[in-house]
């Protein structure tokens, strides 16, 4: 499915990127006359907020790589009478702005998913102004523990344990713990003021409703397949289910794990 396609079904706020989001909101020292850069603007959010939020004195640039949320957020900027905003499409690692531009950067978990962290907070750094304020918001490893630790036994179980190891690289992959990010940042030259990990839950009746939620689906359910063969998929993923259904009945629901962390930096 297309990320406009997922927009059609998506509210402006989803329920995954708005406790992530509101932090970053809150985080943020609110000024006038600057530039604002949005890394990984996706369907608009928070880079559309923002704009709203700065006034007629600042103008913000969202940056993504798809030409779809090009296309999304022009959209959505027209629909909602936003002037100052606009969406470049490029890579956060390789920023295509002068140096020194911004006096504010945000991503909302959004640089999870570049393929250079650290060549991405280099460029950040470049592109910052003197003093300019870095919020960043990221989940971190234990999200879905709860999934995560049923998974793991399962495969142990199985007899998988190729698998097991691939798991846990898939984690490593996306979600970094808050020691490293703090080290990355900081040895890009960036002073943080603040790190606040928090978190929240998701709740499901049984394992069975998790698994068919349509964000599991779209946004996670292919990778999971990936670290197991194509014959492998339906049968573990049956006795997860199994599982699953076993914890939501003995506990009354489901509650999924979603911790997160947002740095406060600024650019010295």
Same mark, same amino acid.
Not at 61 to 84: C, R
Not at 117 to 128: G, P
């Given at each position: 499915?297309?990320?406009?396609?997922?927009?059609?079904?998506?509210?402006?706020?989803?329920?995954?990127?708005?406790?992530?989001?509101?932090?970053?909101?809150?985080?943020?020292?609110?000024?006038?006359?600057?530039?604002?850069?949005?890394?990984?603007?996706?369907?608009?959010?928070?880079?559309?907020?923002?704009? &709203?939020?700065?006034?007629?004195?600042?103008?913000?640039?969202?940056?993504?790589?798809? +030409? *779809? $949320? @090009?296309?999304?957020?022009? %959209?959505?900027?027209?629909?909602?009478?936003?002037?100052?905003?606009?969406?470049?499409?490029?890579?956060?690692?390789?920023?295509?702005?002068?140096?020194?531009?911004?006096?504010?950067?945000?991503?909302?978990?959004?640089?999870?998913?570049?393929?250079?962290?650290?060549?991405?907070?280099?460029?950040?750094?470049?592109?910052?102004?003197?003093?300019?304020?870095?919020?960043?918001?990221?989940?971190?490893?234990?999200?879905?523990? &709860?999934?995560?630790?049923?998974?793991?036994?399962?495969?142990?179980?199985?007899?998988? +344990? *190729? $698998? @097991?190891?691939?798991?846990? %690289?898939?984690?490593?992959?996306?979600?970094?713990?808050?020691?490293?990010?703090?080290?990355?940042?900081?040895?890009?030259?960036?002073?943080?003021?603040?790190?606040?990990?928090?978190?929240?839950?998701?709740?499901?009746?049984?394992?069975?409703?998790?698994?068919?939620?349509?964000?599991?689906?779209?946004?996670?359910?292919?990778?999971?397949?990936?670290?197991?063969?194509?014959?492998?998929?339906?049968?573990?993923?049956?006795?997860?289910?199994?599982?699953?259904?076993?914890?939501?009945?003995?506990?009354?629901?489901?509650?999924?794990? @979603?911790?997160?962390?947002?740095?406060?930096?600024?650019?010295?």
């Amino acid at each position: 499915m297309s990320k406009r396609s997922l927009s059609l079904s998506y509210d402006d706020l989803p329920l995954w990127s708005a406790p992530f989001g509101l932090t970053l909101l809150d985080t943020i020292r609110m000024k006038t006359h600057i530039n604002v850069l949005d890394i990984g603007s996706g369907s608009g959010f928070p880079m559309l907020e923002l704009a &709203e939020r700065m006034g007629k004195t600042c103008m913000v640039y969202g940056l993504d790589p798809s +030409e *779809e $949320a @090009v296309t999304m957020i022009t %959209e959505k900027k027209a629909a909602k009478g936003i002037e100052l905003a606009k969406i470049v499409r490029g890579t956060a690692e390789a920023i295509p702005f002068p140096d020194g531009y911004f006096g504010l950067i945000v991503s909302n978990n959004g640089l999870n998913n570049v393929s250079d962290q650290a060549a991405s907070l280099a460029e950040c750094y470049r592109v910052a102004d003197a003093g300019a304020q870095m919020v960043l918001t990221m989940n971190l490893p234990y999200t879905m523990i &709860e999934f995560y630790d049923v998974f793991e036994e399962t495969l142990l179980e199985l007899g998988m +344990e *190729e $698998a @097991v190891v691939k798991m846990h %690289e898939h984690i490593n992959d996306k979600r970094k713990p808050v020691e490293y990010l703090r080290d990355l940042i900081t040895g890009t030259g960036f002073m943080i003021n603040t790190i606040n990990v928090d978190g929240f839950k998701q709740k499901y009746s049984d394992g069975s409703a998790f698994l068919n939620h349509f964000l599991i689906r779209t946004a996670f359910m292919e990778s999971w397949k990936t670290i197991l063969s194509e014959d492998q998929v339906e049968p573990v993923f049956k006795i997860i289910e199994q599982k699953l259904n076993v914890i939501a009945r003995n506990s009354g629901e489901l509650a999924i794990s @979603v911790p997160y962390v947002c740095f406060d930096c600024r650019k010295i």
